[in-house]
């Protein structure tokens, strides 16, 4: 069975701070994992993918990377700002067993940036 | 392009009542999933298909139903609805074998059992 940690659950920053955020999944066997955001109420919206074979991804101010063999990810926020305000998910791709696919997702981080 | 689409965005029902949460996607992708999302708990998997005809449970499958008749449509049923069903609900679609492609979700239905 999968399971995805991720750390801290809540994160409180001033703007301009650089912060990282962490994920650990528990079996490596996944073919990518995926980061989300989701906003109070909404739905989720994907951030960055990283496949299995990568070791980094980058959209903008923000960049994953990937270890899989030690089951982490991090996603790095760079100059935060109080619209990076949201939940953070990290999800994994993983086969569950006869050819069928599962995406396991953390309990999320939720991060404040404070003006 | 639409993506996922899912109605209703909002519902109210009373224990014991049933219904149907609709999902389509229009992205031709074969899997698809339904998760329910608690307060603090994240997203648990509650059923999953891998193509028409087939599903699958997942980790919290007790008091829905599914169905996959085709590619774009998967349906969640509630049957006798109780408090501890009051949840939002997402779909979501992936390719499912093609790793380099994401994950896509719907807006959720925020459901409320009273």
């Known amino acids: 069975k999968q399971e995805v940690t991720q750390i801290p659950a809540a994160l409180s920053v001033p703007e301009g701070e650089n912060l990282v955020l962490n994920c650990s999944f528990t079996?490596?066997?996944?073919?990518?994992l995926q980061w989300f955001r989701q906003d109070p109420g909404k739905g989720l919206t994907s951030l960055l993918l990283i496949q299995s074979s990568q070791r980094e991804q980058t959209s903008g101010r923000l960049n994953a990377s990937l270890d899989k063999s030690s089951g982490r990810s991090t996603l790095y926020i760079a100059a935060s700002q109080p619209g990076d305000s949201a939940t953070y998910l990290c999800a994994v791709n993983w086969n569950s067993g006869a050819g069928s696919y599962q995406l396991t997702f953390g309990k999320g981080t939720k991060l404040s940036v404070i003006p | 392009n639409a993506g996922v689409t899912q109605t209703p965005k909002f519902r109210i029902l009373k224990i014991g009542q049933s219904m149907t949460l609709q999902c389509t996607q229009d992205?031709?992708?074969?899997?698809m999933y339904w998760y329910r999302q608690d307060p603090g708990m994240g997203l648990k998997l509650i059923y999953y298909s891998v193509g028409a005809g087939i599903t699958d449970k997942g980790e919290v499958p007790n008091g829905y139903n599914v169905s996959r008749s085709t590619t774009e449509d998967f349906p969640l049923r509630l049957e006798l609805a109780a408090p501890s069903q009051t949840s939002v609900y997402f779909c979501?679609?992936?390719?499912?074998?093609?790793?380099?492609?994401?994950?896509?979700f719907g807006q959720g239905t925020r459901l409320t059992v009273v």
């Open positions: 992205m031709n992708h074969n899997y």
């Open positions: 979501a679609s992936s390719p499912g074998t093609d790793r380099t492609v994401e994950a896509f």
């Open positions: 079996d490596s066997a996944i073919y990518n």
